[in-house]
């Protein structure tokens, strides 16, 4: 029989998919389309390739259909691999936005897209299948080739208001860093950088889309690295906007804890980043160097996902062991404040919500962190990348949530 609620990985509602044991995977993004299908986004990897592929479900997650592969994994040139996939669905096609390696050993690249117009059974660039679109982007300090993009959060349509004035009606926000590219993660500096399109719903032509970039050069927002005073760590920035209009914005840094900051012009300045604390002036939201999700939830609640440890959990040395201690997954429910200053939204105790204890023991990479929060006809999911091999989702007790 069915179990409607779990909170560990052993017992998931369906698995969507198994890399297999030679192979890693994880979760770029996911989006329910404008027929209401579920589109789920992931970047599969081996050491000579990796490539993205989407799955659809037409039940709602129970069942999956088949891998589409933005690129099939053969016809990939060496060290041009494509990452990420945040996914935009409109009226009459969805948008993919990825990033793209210009040489073999590097962790980032340049921004690229793709788009279907077939409710994600097939992507296309602008020479048809298994060809990308590129998006043209400034040059940062941090990255002077443009080949520095890390792309692994959701966008956000943003409404303007009186106290937005640079802003349009229809304007789409997709966060992101710009980085160095050492090996080691501890040794990787980067900033946060905001694209904005005024033309994503609008234009005819994919080609013709296009984004203005925020804070613009030299410098994008700098979280500060605590380690290393002067130099900046600030990843994966994840952006809801708030009932008043300002975007509210977290972000993974080096430090043992989430970074936040604050924009109320529609995402064109933004404030110095400041350490994520469960109310104003209390302790800090502690989490390693990981993705936190966070997901605008109804009644203008906040979910935001994190692993409630400084990365000394599970033997970690330090943030950056990031075999070890990117697990549980805790939950904790944002409420706005309502105040102007200081950190706008306060947070609730932590729940736990989702484990890997006893799932594949062998399995050297312990990461549950990529993921997914998802709030959907009054129910609740958690999607999620297991030991880097499954792609699950978990049906959520919406005690979890209140």
């Known amino acids: 029989m069915e179990e409607a609620y779990s909170t560990t990985a052993l017992r ?72 990420m996939g ?50 043209e982007t400034p040059a940062y300090e941090l990255s002077p080739q443009r080949d520095g993009w890390h792309l692994m959060a959701p966008g956000v349509t943003i409404r303007s208001n009186e106290r937005q004035p640079g802003a349009s009606n229809t304007e789409w926000l997709l966060p992101m860093n710009v980085s160095t590219d ?23 032509d994919p080609a013709d889309i296009s984004f203005e970039f925020y804070p613009p050069p030299p410098h994008g927002v700098r979280v500060p690295l605590e380690s290393s005073p002067g130099e900046s760590l600030g990843q994966e920035p994840q952006v809801v906007q708030l009932s008043d209009g300002r975007l509210f914005c977290v972000c993974r840094t080096g430090n043992g804890c989430i970074y936040y900051t604050l924009s109320e012009d529609a995402g064109r300045s933004w404030r110095e980043a400041r350490p ?15 993705p936190c999700p966070l997901t605008k939830l109804s009644g203008n609640r906040y979910a935001l996902l994190f692993c409630n440890n400084d990365g ?23 409420r706005e404040t309502g105040a102007k200053e200081g950190q706008p939204l306060a947070f609730s105790e932590p729940r736990l919500l989702c484990s890997i204890e006893g799932l594949h023991p062998e399995r050297h990479w312990r990461d549950l962190t990529y993921g997914f929060f998802l709030e959907d006809q009054g129910e609740y999911y958690h999607f999620y990348n297991a030991v880097w091999r499954f792609v699950q989702v978990n049906k959520v007790d919406p005690k979890l949530v209140e």
């Open 312 to 334: 000394t959990a599970f033997g970690g040395k330090d943030p950056f062991d990031h075999t070890k201690n990117r697990q549980p997954v805790y939950i904790t429910i944002g």
């Open 182 to 204: 050492p090996l080691p993660l501890s040794e990787i500096r980067s900033e946060l950088v905001f694209a904005i399109s005024k033309n994503v719903f609008t234009a005819k």
């Open 12 to 83: 998931p509602y369906a698995v969507i998919d198994d890399a297999g044991p030679d192979h890693g995977q994880y979760i770029n993004s996911f989006c329910i389309t404008k027929q209401g299908t579920w589109l789920i986004s992931v970047t599969i990897g081996h050491s000579r390739w990796g490539t993205t592929y989407t799955r659809r479900s037409t039940d709602r997650g129970r069942t999956w259909e088949d891998r589409v592969y933005v690129v099939e994994p053969g016809k990939l040139e060496a060290g041009r691999t494509i990452e």
């Open 276 to 290: 994520l604390c469960y109310f104003e002036g209390g302790p800090r939201i502690l989490h390693p160097n990981c």
């Open 86 to 135: 945040q996914l935009l669905p409109l009226e009459d096609r969805i948008y993919q936005f990825h990033i793209q390696h210009t040489r073999v050993d590097t962790r980032f690249g340049e921004l690229r897209y793709t788009v279907s117009y077939d409710d994600g059974r097939s992507w296309e660039g602008p020479e048809g299948p298994g060809t990308l679109y590129s998006l």
